[in-house]
């Protein structure tokens, strides 16, 4: 699949082949493909020496440990021929003691080895950190753009390219996975209609809806960032004071509830 650029990310990558930074950190929305964008700058000037993501071990939310930071002191130790790339990928899932062994490692920099983080959420990352890599915000591809990707895959008709397009325009990330599998598709499907439901019911609809997801963290996460997509879409033709409220509770719930505080306590003070 080809790789589908902005104008501003092909001019930030050209210039970037140029001259590579010790530790650039690339931020964007989700689905805008950030992982992706990190292999290809990685391939195309040197070679990827590691590949960190974070990793589910308890019940809690994906996470990148303290020891698996500390482990990249040993393969980053040693001067390599040409540029090594180490990319970790959403950075903000580190903890505090994570973030600070990676600082470490940013300040003693070894000139064979170049660091490509990402993160949606910047305002995680230490200001230490953020002071010692080069950010790149990476834009949304143009509406032009995801179309032509879209009319790659010859199966798709014409209401399920508009359905994609309501939730994925300008994210070709988000734009294949959805085409990938009908299996996503679907999922995602039946949770734009259950977030446009939320949005048009009463306090009590929404409630017993959201519930429903009380269960499990990452699903939860997934409904409230629906919700909040379809409530921005519908501020863009009609501005409502109600909607930008329960914007502003549904992110105070979404971090919440990325930082382990109860599911069922914190939707549910989202809805009313």
């Known amino acids: 699949m080809k790789l589908r650029l902005a104008p501003a990310t092909a001019k930030f990558i ?11 950190l690339l931020t964007g929305p989700e689905g805008i493909g950030l992982h992706t964008l990190a292999l290809h700058i990685a391939r195309t000037n040197g070679t990827i020496l590691a590949d960190v993501r974070p990793e589910s071990k308890t019940t809690a939310l994906p996470s990148i440990s303290v020891d698996i930071i500390r482990e990249l002191y040993i393969q980053t130790k040693s001067r390599l021929n040409g540029l090594h790339f180490v990319i970790i990928d959403d950075a903000d899932t580190m903890n505090h003691h ?4 990676l600082l470490k490692l940013l300040e003693e920099p070894n000139n064979s080895i170049c660091f490509v983080l990402t993160t949606h959420a910047v305002d995680k990352l230490l200001p230490t950190i ?13 509406t032009l753009d995801s179309k032509r990707l879209l009319s790659e895959y010859k199966t798709l008709d014409d209401v399920t390219i ?20 009908d299996a996503d598709f679907k999922k995602m499907s039946e949770r734009v209609q259950l977030a446009m439901q939320i ?3 009463t306090p009590y609809r929404r409630l017993v809806h959201a519930i429903s997801f ?7 996460i997934a409904l409230i960032e629906t919700i909040i997509m379809v409530l921005r879409k519908s501020l863009s033709s009609q501005p409502s004071s109600s909607s930008v409220l329960m ?6 719930a979404s971090e919440a509830i990325r930082g382990n505080g109860s599911i069922k306590i914190h939707l549910a003070a989202a809805m009313v």
Do not use: W
């Open 162 to 181: 508009q359905r994609l397009l309501f939730v994925a325009d300008g994210l070709p990330a988000l734009l294949n996975r959805l085409t990938a599998g």
């Open 130 to 142: 953020r002071s010692r890599v080069q950010t790149f915000v990476v834009p949304r591809i143009s």
């Open 199 to 201: 949005v048009q019911g």
């Open 14 to 24: 050209e210039a970037y082949s140029r001259t590579p930074s010790h530790a650039v």
């Open 214 to 220: 009380a269960g499990d963290r990452q699903d939860s």
């Open 98 to 101: 994570a973030q600070n062994a």
């Open 247 to 252: 914007i502003e509770r549904l992110l105070k």
